[in-house]
Structures are given as C-alpha cells and as structure tokens.
C-alpha cells in the first residue's frame, strides 16, 4: 500500500543544501519536493522594490512573459512567479529547469543513500479552470515514467482504449501536496513509498507528460498568442 509521508524541517536559507536536508530514503522510495525550496537554494530569489512592490512584481513576471503564458509546456498565470511563503519584499519563481534539477539531485541521493531505484518529483500547486481551491502539478521529474500509457489495452469490458494515458506525475504531486500544506507547515519534503510508478534510469524527455496546445481538448478556448508560442517554441 502506498505511504506519504510528510518531512518537516527548518525554515530553509538560500545558502542550504537540500541533500544535507534530506531524511534518510529507501530503495524504491519517490521523494517529492516543493518547487520553492529547489529554486530558493538554485538562487531565484528577487528582492522587489519597497517603494513599489506591486510593480516590480509585475515587471518580473513581464520577464517571463504575458500574465497567462506558456511556461515549460503548462499554461500558468503570472508566469510561476510567486510571494507566498517568501519574506517580504521578495518574490521567487519556478526552478530554473525542473527536470535537470530532479536528476542532479537524483543523482547525488543515489550515491548518498546507495540507491538504484528512487525518483524525484519537484512539484507546486496551482489552480484548474472552474474549480475552487488548488492541486499540484509536476514541474520535473527523474527515475520514473511520468506517463502510463493504456492506449491498446482492453478495459473490464474487453473494449480497446483508444487515448486513455495516466499522468503519474502530476497524480504524485496532488498526493504530496495534500500533505505538505500551503501556509506555516514547514513541510518540503514528501517520501511517497511503494508508489505504482515504473522506475528507470533513463533521462526523462518532458514531451511524455506535456501536449501542444493545438493538439490539447480545450485548445478553442486558448489565445492565439499561446498557439504561436507553442509552436515557436516547439513545445
């Protein structure tokens, strides 16, 4: 049966190391960790000017594009850029690449821990369209498949699924943020155990969990903007 298991910690600095932070994980274990912190110790810190913080805000989220974009294959308001749970005065942004991220810090807990099998899944949360409250969403991940795809096989019926494909990722880390909390839980770290993932030691392409908006179910209701940029960017 699977396990979450909730990691509390210390307020974390820019100067951490999170695998000095890490408890200790076991073989097979899936350790999700909030966006936050991994940008936090990778730098992405901003200070926002006092006169004006509301603007500098928005300046930093101008950076990174239109106030709903396109951002590492997800559409996301205000581009990541976030001021909850930072000091005041500051503001702190998604990871640089969350996937490269995950597998250097998958990687150095490998060697750590002296682990073969282990993932890692940097996650935030964000909020779906006509719902209240928030979910989380994978940014990057390492050491498993993010996506199972089913398309082939027969339901209970014997009728062959023709699209159905299960988004792993983003279902480890709704479960890690129903534990980990969004206000003084100082909780970064997630350990899920004897999760149902396919572990594997290859280099995960991000194009297995993100679908183009041109080829999406909602992509009538997308700006235009949004298609061009995918497009450009080849996303």
Request: with cysteine.
């Amino acid at each position: 049966m699977m396990q979450i298991i909730p990691i509390k910690t210390r307020r974390i600095l820019e100067t951490d190391s999170l695998i000095e932070l890490m408890p200790k994980l076991h073989e097979g274990d899936v350790v999700a960790i909030v966006s936050k912190v991994v940008a936090l110790t990778e730098g992405k810190l901003r200070r926002m000017s006092k006169k004006d913080s509301m603007h500098e805000e928005a300046e930093m989220v101008l950076d990174e594009t239109m106030m709903l974009t396109l951002k590492d294959g997800m559409l996301v308001p205000s581009a990541g850029v976030d001021t909850s749970n930072i000091a005041p005065g500051f503001s702190l942004g998604w990871p640089e690449n969350s996937y490269r991220s995950a597998a250097i810090l998958r990687r150095t807990l490998c060697k750590k821990f002296h682990l073969k099998k282990l993932g890692v899944l940097i996650f935030d949360s964000w909020i779906t369209p006509l719902r209240n409250g928030i979910v989380g969403v994978s940014l990057g991940y390492s050491g498993f498949r993010g996506v199972e795809d089913y398309r082939g096989t027969k339901d209970l019926h014997g009728n062959i699924l023709q699209i159905t494909q299960r988004n792993v990722a983003d279902g480890l880390a709704s479960a890690a943020t129903l534990v980990c909390g969004e206000g003084r839980e100082s909780t970064p770290f997630v350990i899920i155990r004897d999760a149902p993932v396919h572990f594997t030691s290859r280099a995960v392409d991000p194009s297995e969990i993100r679908r183009p908006p041109d080829d999406c179910l909602f992509r009538d209701l997308y700006p235009r903007e949004v298609i061009k940029k995918s497009a450009h960017l080849g996303a």
